[in-house]
């Protein structure tokens, strides 16, 4: 009995990790699938998302609310701008220096927020108290049901979007194929500047309703990005539930692993199973394999 | 051919001669350090310079040199040179064991594969702590000694580095000219074509992946006789950015390019002491203005830009006469 | 020589080819044509390994080399040449015939590295194997030019000699005239015949129909991924099937 409550426990906080895991995939594959760049500063947005709110909340003496929509404002124009001045200069990039490019943007973000705000590690106070709700012998935070409350609505906002508004449909044409879609008038430079500034909104959003769970600091964005990454790949960089089942089995996992057998290997659990994948199944767990036309 | 040999010799000789005036100071310090990164940066050159194939890990195949080498000579009481050939051949075993796998993986997703062996083997730096000594390091690692001479100074540690890393230097010029290296930079324009030509893409992918990880490893045991105390931060993800960094500024696919970003990236943070962390800023910016403006790197941009200045002075003694 | 048996490749729901099945002879020069998206190129990748057929083998002389990758084919003399000639750009032209000599040659990691004195003297021998082939194909003086900087047409000449390099008993042509002109396309005829004469059997995809008619001796035509018909340049202007499906096309 004791043991079933504390699987239970790692389960539940296993599934808010997942949550946040599933948002950063949601935001890679976002990128990705207008692109076919793996944006590695990816990360980074999700720092800012933590960073930038305790930061209007502590020094700026904003309200919770708007210091969030400080930070995702923030991290947003920061997409922006970075897709203005290392993506687009680009001409013919190949995927490797796209990979050197978003690297350097990530070590740059980093640094800058280090440099602005120190190496501290720092807390956001939890949206709605501390008090644990007790659910099935285990226990729930009230942060937990905002996480996955959240990720449902950007889930759903997603759907919404990418389904239903002329600009989404756009993006989902480039994924396909760019060329025709911009034979049919859709400005794809446009298309690639919007999904970055989606991403990046997205990223930040996960990285502040997280931020009272875990603590933030400047290099926590690494290990966040590379685990939404392989939420991503396990959903086989598709911006759907796949991704989501992705972030959430993987959450799950590392959670269990941890608590069960040794939580030093916390992270090198979640990579052992990004290794796994890439060489197992590299399109994803739920999608057909499919000859690649050259 | 001829010239190329000519070039070795004249880098050789000055490589040889600089610590002469220097007697041994600082500087000598920090050129040790230049030594083992220009070939940390020389393999991975191989690897991406050469047959195009990304790999943000190198900083694991260092650290598992380091390790297996202050392990073995200090829990173990190992001959160190010993030590070095056994964990130079163990890693270079993993490597080509990993690399089928790995090597498979193309561009976005082999640089994140890459990046996971790294952090894996970073995380067992730290969580292996009865051999590791863990965060808090390994310390008590021996000098190498020959006979009765022994390298604990800057003077001879520079000529042990230096040697070693000359003869790495000699063996990749021979290599990147030859059947080999012809069929890694074919490999990098059009792994089909090359397929095609009866190059065996996947096996010499990973058997570049190997040497770049046989490399990197002697250049970690030989790291940790001359530091005699390791710890894991020097082995992590950021580290291989900065192997990165070193051959992106020098020039891809020029072994006198590793060489040099090795030494602009090395001196770089020495000189400017005040910087202290705050390096990856500038680690970032160049990452980024070098690849959109200066993709060929230094050794590309340097003669181009001399190339402009030299044609103008001819034309105004043109003019003279 | 090549004999393809029932071949079929579908991509996803798509079927490219079905139930291609023909030999190439011997010695002689083939043409493969067929109104643009009949799956000539395709065909080409199957037989060359690129893709792996959905169903069907491929047979070089009597073997079946289905299974093998590319570079697998290639050690057995099966060569190709690509519709958009795929040159090591940031090669010389000499260095890239030396990779077509990667197959006749060994030297593996340790020798290269090393300079071993056979390494050295087998250098010489491919650096030199590499020349005559330029000669062959008749531009030994843009040896130290890189490859990249080539007109099309002189590169479609190296891509020839690269090819010929791995002395292939059989060399499959993609659409060598696209992208030449007249006289270029006139002296490619003659260069193909030349490569007959040294005995390689060739295989070309084409569009060109004079070049097709002047230099082959066996005609396959394919349509909508399915065979329409086989014979002899003569046999097949005459075939009424051949016509409708070209007129019904233009």
């Not at chain 2, 083997?121 to 390091?137: K, M, R």
């Not at chain 3, 006289?183 to 193909?192: G, K, P």
Request: charged content about 15%; glycine content about 12%; proline content about 3%.
């Amino acid at each position: 009995m004791e043991l079933l409550n504390q699987v239970t426990q790692f389960v539940i906080s296993g599934l808010a990790t997942g949550s946040i895991y599933a948002l950063i995939g949601l935001s890679f594959a976002i990128i990705f699938n207008s692109t076919g760049i793996i944006n590695f500063a990816q990360g980074e947005f999700v720092m800012l998302g933590g960073v930038l709110t305790i930061f209007s909340l502590n020094v700026l003496h904003l309200p919770l609310i708007a210091a969030i929509l400080v930070a995702v404002a923030v991290t947003t124009v920061i997409g922006l701008v970075f897709e203005r001045l290392a993506i687009r200069p680009l001409k013919n990039a190949t995927p490797l220096m796209l990979i050197i490019i978003t690297i350097g943007a990530s070590i740059l973000i980093r640094g800058l927020v280090m440099l602005l705000w120190g190496k501290d590690t720092q807390a956001l106070p939890a949206f709605s108290g501390t008090d644990p709700i007790s659910v099935a012998g285990a226990t729930l935070l009230p942060q937990h049901l905002w996480i996955f409350g959240v990720t449902v609505l950007v889930i759903i906002g997603c759907r919404l979007f990418f389904n239903h508004t002329i600009s989404g449909k756009a993006m989902r044409a480039c994924s396909f194929n760019r060329r025709a879609a911009n034979l049919v008038g859709i400005s794809v430079g446009r298309m690639v500047l919007f999904s970055f500034v989606i991403s990046a909104a997205v990223g930040a959003l996960a990285g502040v309703i997280i931020a009272p769970l875990t603590m933030t600091a400047y290099d926590v964005g690494v290990m966040l990005g590379l685990k939404g990454f392989c939420a991503a790949i396990m959903g086989g960089m598709g911006s759907g539930l796949g991704t989501v089942l992705g972030g959430l089995i993987l959450g799950t996992l590392e959670s269990l692993g941890a608590g069960l057998i040794s939580s030093g290997y916390k992270d090198a659990i979640a990579f052992f199973i990004l290794l796994l994948i890439l060489f197992i199944r590299p399109q994803g767990l739920f999608k057909k394999g499919e000859t690649e036309r050259v | 051919m001829k010239s190329d040999r000519i070039k070795f010799l004249v880098f050789a000789l000055v490589v040889l001669l600089i610590p002469l005036p220097l007697s041994g100071g600082y500087l000598t310090n920090v050129l040790i350090f230049v030594g083992i990164n220009s070939v940390l940066a020389l393999g991975l050159n191989l690897l991406l310079g050469y047959a195009g194939q990304i790999s943000l890990g190198q900083a694991a195949f260092f650290g598992l040199g380091a390790y297996g080498s202050g392990v073995l000579t200090t829990a173990y009481g190992l001959n160190p040179w010993l030590a070095m050939v056994v964990v130079a051949v163990c890693v270079a075993l993993f490597a080509f064991a990993i690399g089928f796998p790995v090597l498979r993986l193309k561009g976005h997703y082999l640089a994140m594969a890459t990046l996971g062996v790294g952090v894996i083997v970073n995380i067992a730096f730290n969580e292996t702590v009865e051999l590791t000594g863990g965060p808090s390091g390994l310390s008590g690692i021996p000098n190498l000694s020959i006979g009765s001479l022994t390298f604990d100074s800057d003077l001879k540690n520079y000529y042990l580095v230096w040697v070693f890393a000359l003869g790495m230097i000699l063996l990749s010029l021979n290599l990147v000219n030859s059947r080999f290296g012809r069929g890694l930079r074919a490999i990098h324009d059009s792994e089909v074509a090359a397929r095609v030509m009866g190059v065996n893409a996947r096996l010499m992918k990973v058997q570049v992946f190997t040497l770049s990880a046989f490399m990197s490893a002697i250049m970690g045991s030989l790291y940790c006789h001359v530091m005699t105390f390791i710890s894991p931060n020097s082995f992590g993800f950021h580290f291989s950015v900065e192997i990165l960094t070193m051959i992106v500024i020098g020039g891809l696919g020029s072994v006198y390019g590793s060489i040099l970003g090795a030494l602009l990236l090395t001196l770089l943070p020495e000189m400017l002491r005040t910087f202290q962390d705050y390096d990856i800023i500038v680690y970032g910016l160049l990452l980024i203005t070098m690849t959109i403006y200066l993709p060929g790197g230094l050794v590309e941009g340097i003669p181009a830009l001399l190339r402009r200045l030299v044609p103008a002075k001819k034309v105004t003694e043109g003019s003279d006469a | 020589m090549l004999s393809l048996n029932g071949i079929g490749k579908r991509f996803g729901g798509l079927t490219a080819l079905e139930g291609i099945s023909f030999n190439v002879g011997k010695g002689a020069i083939t043409g493969i044509i067929g109104p643009n998206g009949a799956g000539k190129t395709t065909l080409f990748n199957v037989a060359t390994g690129i893709y792996p057929p959905s169903c069907g083998a491929v047979l070089l002389e009597g073997k079946d080399i289905s299974k093998l990758p590319p570079e697998g084919r290639a050690r057995l003399g099966l060569v190709r040449t690509f519709q958009n000639i795929e040159l090591f750009g940031k090669m010389t032209v000499l260095e890239n015939v030396m990779v077509g000599l990667h197959t006749q040659s060994s030297s593996g990691l340790f020798a290269c590295s090393f300079r071993m004195p056979w390494q050295m003297s087998e250098e010489k021998r491919i650096r030199a194997r590499a020349m005559e082939l330029l000669d062959f194909v008749g531009i030994p003086e843009l040896a130290e030019v890189q490859a990249g900087t080539l007109s099309f047409g002189k590169g479609r000449l190296l891509e020839i000699a690269r090819a010929m390099a791995l002395e292939p008993k059989l060399l499959l042509m993609d659409e060598p005239a696209a992208g030449l002109n007249s006289s270029e396309t006139a002296d490619l005829a003659d260069l193909i015949k030349k490569i007959r004469d040294l005995g390689v059997t060739v295989a070309l995809v084409e569009h060109d129909m004079d070049l097709v008619m002047d230099i082959c001796d066996q005609l396959v035509v394919l349509n909508l991924g399915t065979m329409l018909a086989e014979g002899t340049p003569r046999q097949i202007q005459d075939n009424p099937a051949v016509i409708t499906a070209y007129l019904g096309e233009e």
